[in-house]
């Protein structure tokens, strides 16, 4: 499966932005998804995860409560909407797919889409 991600821009602090990861290839609907992110100076890491129902998810602690992440597979998209966005979530933001029933939250994808900025101005 390859993946597109979009979305990504320049935001004040305590806005909102969804990025979408869009999947073209084999049956989307068999994948877990994850979104992750990489700050600078800093390693890749998770960020959400939704398994390929979509009623599983994960989140990382820095982000419940403000992220949502979601998916429609008619449309073989997975969905991150980000509110009250804080400057420390100024990342690249890629996702990835792994072909399994389960949810996956580590780095363990096959699967992995270019990323998008994410800046979050103060």
């Known amino acids: 499966v390859q993946l597109q991600a979009s979305g990504g821009g320049l935001v004040q602090a305590g806005g909102s932005l969804r990025l979408s990861c869009a999947a073209s290839?084999?049956?989307?609907?068999?994948?877990?998804v994850g979104w992750f992110r990489r700050a600078p100076g800093k390693e890749r890491a998770i960020v959400a995860a939704?398994?390929?129902?979509?009623?599983?998810?994960y989140y990382a602690d820095s982000v419940k409560g403000r992220f949502t992440i979601s998916r429609d597979n008619a449309k073989s998209t997975v969905y991150l909407q980000m509110n009250s966005l804080k400057p420390e979530d100024t990342a690249v933001y890629y996702c990835?797919?792994?072909?399994?029933?389960?949810?996956?939250?580590?780095?363990?994808?096959?699967?992995w889409g270019q990323g998008t900025q994410v800046t979050v101005s103060s």
């Open positions: 990835a797919a792994r072909l399994t029933t389960l949810i996956v939250t580590t780095l363990n994808y096959g699967n």
């Open positions: 939704i398994n390929w129902s979509g009623d599983s998810t």
């Open positions: 290839g084999r049956t989307f609907s068999t994948y877990a």
